[in-house]
Every structure is written in C-alpha cells, then in structure tokens.
C-alpha cells in the first residue's frame, strides 16, 4: 500500500531533550516536506527536499533541522525543543513529474507536546 | 507578502445542498491549485487539482474554478452528505518545488 509513515504518533517531551521524528514513503517520490499545523494558523512549512542531500527551508524553519541521505526517508530534527514546538507535526511526498497531478500524499500525524 | 485565503468561518449547509467554498489568494503567480480534505487530527487527502490555463475541473460531486484574473478558486460539492462534513484547504505552488503552500482551510458542516 503506498503511503507516508511517520513515528511516533504522539510524543510528550521536556524542553531542550533532543528528539527526531521519522518519515518514510514507499512510493518513490523525490519531494518531502514537513508541516507543522496550530490552530488558526493553518499548515506551515518548515522544510522541504527536492531529492537526496537537496533541502530547503520553508516558511517556519528555526528550531528544526532535517535531512535527506536515502530517497525514502526525510526525518524532522528538533535539537532543542521549546514548548512553542507543541503542535501537530505532518510529513508529506510528491512524485516529480506528474506536476502536481497526483497531489502530495501525507503521514498520519505526530502530535508534539515540549513541557 | 504572498498570501492565501479562506473564509475562517464555518460552512454549514442542508443535506442535497451545494457547498461552495472560496479560496483567494494575493502576491502568487501559481501554476496550478488543488484542493485537500482533512478530518479532525489526520493529514489532508487531495482532491483535486487545477491548472492556470483551466477554467474548470469536475471529478464526481465536486466541481473546482479557477479564475487568475480575479485570483479566485471555488470549490463546489453538489448533492453534499454529512460525510462530506470536513475542513477543506486549498494549496498552491508556483511550480517549483512541487510542494504546495496551504491556506487555513474552511470548515465544511452538513446538517441531515
């Protein structure tokens, strides 16, 4: 089944305790991103990749790093976290190509809570 | 600043009614436009998309405009369920990275 898998789905952590947060797909695609979605303000991206070693920062970078050393996974990266890190966390994937014809897929969610 | 809009309030509507949603964006010169579905604490599934130089796309009940002049997008669902009950949230890219930029999103109810 083609999907986005992301772990954990929860997480409850202190502020400053490094954490990572995995994302893998299956289906091939070359674009990944990470989103990061409150109340009221909607999906904000925090980092997107291209390809493999290719990332981007998006509109909410600071605070978080990523990386993108093998096509399928693309893990999200809080060094230090802070309890405005607190959100629900997505990963998503695109295929190139098909120019946005196919739409981006999304993991199930991580729901962060930094005490 | 590049922004798009979606009417924050919820959309609530009788069963068999047409929801209309409306997504306006400003500052974006967008190659094309989709439209998500998310339900409470999962991710957006897509829907459908639109290209710049259509006007128009169906795919069953849902009908998406796409308008560059007025820099608008409607999203229609005719004959709409309680399970269409849902937020919807369009997203754009500039056909760059292939990774849109979402709105907010509208929150769609419908009554029985």
Same mark, same amino acid.
């Given at each position: 089944?083609?999907?986005?898998?992301?772990?954990?789905?929860?997480?409850?952590?202190?502020?400053?305790?490094?954490?990572?947060?995995?994302?893998?797909?299956?289906?091939?695609?070359?674009?990944?991103?990470?989103?990061?979605?409150?109340?009221?303000?909607?999906?904000?991206?925090?980092?997107?990749?291209?390809?493999?070693?290719?990332?981007?920062?998006?509109?909410?970078? %600071?605070?978080?790093?990523?990386?993108?050393?093998?096509?399928?996974?693309?893990?999200?990266?809080? %060094?230090?976290?802070?309890?405005?890190?607190?959100?629900?966390?997505?990963?998503?994937?695109s295929?190139?190509?098909?120019?946005g014809r196919l739409g981006a897929f999304?993991?199930?969610?991580?729901?962060?809570?930094?005490? | 600043? +590049?922004?798009?809009? +979606?009417?924050?309030?919820?959309?609530?509507?009788?069963?068999?009614?047409?929801?209309?949603?409306?997504?306006?964006?400003?500052?974006?010169?967008?190659?094309?436009?989709q439209?998500y579905? +998310?339900?409470?604490?999962?991710?957006?599934?897509f829907l459908?998309l639109?290209?710049?130089?259509?006007?128009?796309?169906?795919?069953?009940?849902?009908?998406?405009?796409?308008?560059?002049?007025?820099?608008?997008?409607?999203?229609?669902?005719?004959?709409?369920?309680?399970?269409?009950?849902?937020?919807?949230?369009?997203?754009?890219?500039?056909?760059?990275?292939?990774?849109?930029?979402?709105?907010?999103?509208?929150?769609?109810?419908?009554?029985?």
């Amino acid at each position: 089944e083609a999907q986005v898998t992301q772990n954990p789905r929860y997480l409850i952590t202190v502020t400053g305790k490094k954490l990572t947060v995995t994302c893998s797909q299956n289906m091939n695609h070359e674009y990944m991103s990470w989103y990061r979605q409150d109340p009221g303000l909607g999906l904000r991206q925090i980092y997107y990749s291209m390809n493999v070693e290719v990332t981007d920062k998006g509109d909410v970078p %600071e605070g978080y790093k990523v990386s993108r050393k093998e096509k399928r996974n693309f893990p999200l990266i809080l %060094e230090s976290p802070s309890p405005n890190q607190t959100s629900l966390y997505f990963c998503a994937s695109s295929p190139m190509g098909t120019r946005g014809r196919l739409g981006a897929f999304f993991g199930q969610g991580t729901r962060l809570t930094v005490v | 600043s +590049q922004k798009i809009e +979606q009417n924050s309030e919820a959309l609530n509507i009788q069963e068999g009614k047409t929801a209309t949603l409306t997504c306006n964006y400003t500052n974006y010169s967008p190659a094309y436009l989709q439209w998500y579905r +998310q339900d409470p604490g999962r991710g957006p599934v897509f829907l459908l998309l639109i290209r710049e130089n259509e006007k128009e796309k169906r795919k069953e009940r849902l009908k998406v405009t796409f308008d560059t002049t007025l820099k608008q997008s409607l999203f229609h669902i005719t004959a709409s369920q309680p399970a269409d009950s849902a937020t919807y949230l369009c997203a754009l890219d500039s056909g760059g990275s292939y990774i849109p930029t979402f709105g907010r999103g509208t929150s769609l109810i419908v009554h029985p």
